[in-house]
């Protein structure tokens, strides 16, 4: 059975990322780090002859800036999505992991401990979070049966779909690395998902970022 196939890419490293500092859905763009590292993974995807259907990003202009290099390799134009926003981080979005536990320190504790129903002040709750993403690649895998897609996202959201695709519990610590620009693959048979690759970097030069969301 042909497999419906998915290119899952976090953006490009911001400077928020470098101070370890939660985005969310505030709109940063990517610092010239991150520019390098769009342009370097769009042209790995074009030295592998890679051949795609469509192309969608989120509309935070991360990751459009990340979803422009490939633009731009390819010809093709990417169709932006709100659904693939990063999880709304509520009274945390703009803090460091080393402010939050001291100006927000009950919310900042909900979010270590992954409080499942817990929206952490006008954000938005780890099921919550779980039901936009799961709901929105069921409906992009109809959509595009037996295809090959490419994403342009977030680190959480990649790691919401290793959590769903390995069954990991969504109340469990982080166990995949999201880095930045990194190629990562995963296909639905029909039946079920699988995780093809994951956190490739080979094509990036230098050490790329991992997600601090946990």
């Not at 938005?124 to 690649?137: D, T, Y």
Request: with cysteine.
């Amino acid at each position: 059975m042909l497999k419906t196939r998915f290119c899952l890419i976090r953006h490009g490293e911001t400077a928020w990322n470098a101070e370890r500092r939660l985005q969310g859905h505030t709109d940063i763009s990517l610092n010239d780090q991150g520019k390098i590292q769009a342009a370097q993974m769009a042209q790995a995807l074009k030295k592998s002859n890679l051949q795609f259907d469509v192309l969608y990003t989120s509309t935070l202009k991360r990751a459009i800036e990340t979803a422009n290099a490939i633009e731009q390799c390819f010809a093709r134009p990417a169709i932006q999505i709100d659904a693939l926003r990063e999880r709304h981080f509520g009274a945390l979005q703009g803090l460091t992991t080393d402010e939050a536990p001291t100006l927000q320190p009950p919310i900042w504790q909900a979010h270590i401990n992954r409080q499942l129903d817990h929206d952490l002040d006008g954000g938005e709750s780890i099921l919550q979070f779980s039901e936009r993403i799961e709901g929105l690649f069921e409906q992009l895998r109809q959509k595009h049966l037996q295809k090959t897609i490419l994403i342009v996202s977030h680190g959480g959201v990649l790691d919401m779909m290793f959590r769903i695709i390995s069954k990991q519990a969504l109340s469990a610590q982080r166990q995949a690395s999201v880095p930045n620009a990194a190629l990562n693959w995963i296909a639905h048979d029909g039946e079920r998902w699988e995780i093809e690759r994951w956190a490739d970097t080979s094509h990036l030069d230098n050490i790329a970022l991992d997600n601090i969301d946990l």
